[in-house]
């Protein structure tokens, strides 16, 4: 009797086993399935900037800025239209990476700049600056007006300490927006107070922050009154303000 309970006891545990093998084979298979419907939320799916952005996206541009390879390849694969120039400069201010974007609306010029700066560029712009400006003006934007990218320079300028992001143009500072319909909206003019412009200001530089390592505006100081200085610094996250 003892023997014949125990057996039962036994069958009906390897039966549970079973099952929840079964039932966790199925969570794998169907976690695999939608993976692969979904790469932007796959941490092992190459990188493709037509994938809206998701789970793994923010680790997988964090990883490009030490491979310029990896990050052109991106570049490549999503059939976006760049141009990889010639290293130039010397010592701090030597640049390997130099990237520049062939369909991009910066005004006066599209200069180069790094890489990772680039694809941050390109993620701001789709996901950011456009449905802002559709939502805010019911109008895509035209030209991204800006002051500059590389600048062989330390931080602010200084004779010493760190050296700019603006040395080896991982940095941009953007100082306003055209729309397509003629709409003027400048950091310097249009930052303070309640305006449609001003909120939309604001809500374009907190959208940098999910694309850019670094971004300041004039909330941070004095010396960015008049721009939003977006960068790609090695850091893991840089400030956001
Ligand atoms: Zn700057």
């Known amino acids: ?98 990237t520049r974007l062939g369909d991009y609306p910066l005004a006066p010029d599209t200069p180069a700049v790094t890489c990772p700066a680039s694809i941050a560029l390109l993620m701001w712009q789709r996901d950011v600056l456009d449905p802002a400006a559709q939502a805010s003006f019911g109008s895509p934007i035209a030209r991204i007006e800006h002051l500059g990218a590389y600048a062989c320079r330390r931080l602010y300028g200084r004779d010493s300490g760190p050296w700019s992001e603006h040395a080896t143009a991982n940095a941009i500072d953007i100082a306003g927006f055209v729309l397509e319909d003629g709409t003027r909206i400048s950091v310097l003019r249009d930052w303070e107070g309640e305006s449609a412009k001003a909120r939309f200001l604001r809500s374009v530089r907190d959208g940098a922050c999910d694309s850019f390592a670094t971004v300041l505006s004039p909330d941070y100081n004095a010396a960015h009154a008049d721009h939003l200085h977006l960068d790609m610094s090695p850091r893991w996250r840089g400030v956001c303000r």
């Open 1 to 98: 009797m003892t023997r014949v309970i125990s057996r039962h006891i036994g069958t009906f545990g390897s039966d549970r086993r079973a099952a929840l093998l079964l039932v966790l084979l199925g969570v794998l298979l169907t976690g695999r399935v939608w993976l692969a419907e979904h790469p932007e939320h796959d941490p092992w799916a190459p990188l493709d900037l037509r994938d809206p952005p998701g789970w793994a996206t923010e680790a997988k541009l964090l990883a490009l800025r030490d491979d310029v390879r990896a990050c052109r390849a991106v570049l490549d694969r999503s059939g976006i239209a760049h141009e990889a120039l010639a290293p130039a400069g010397e010592g701090a201010c030597r640049r390997e990476d130099r």
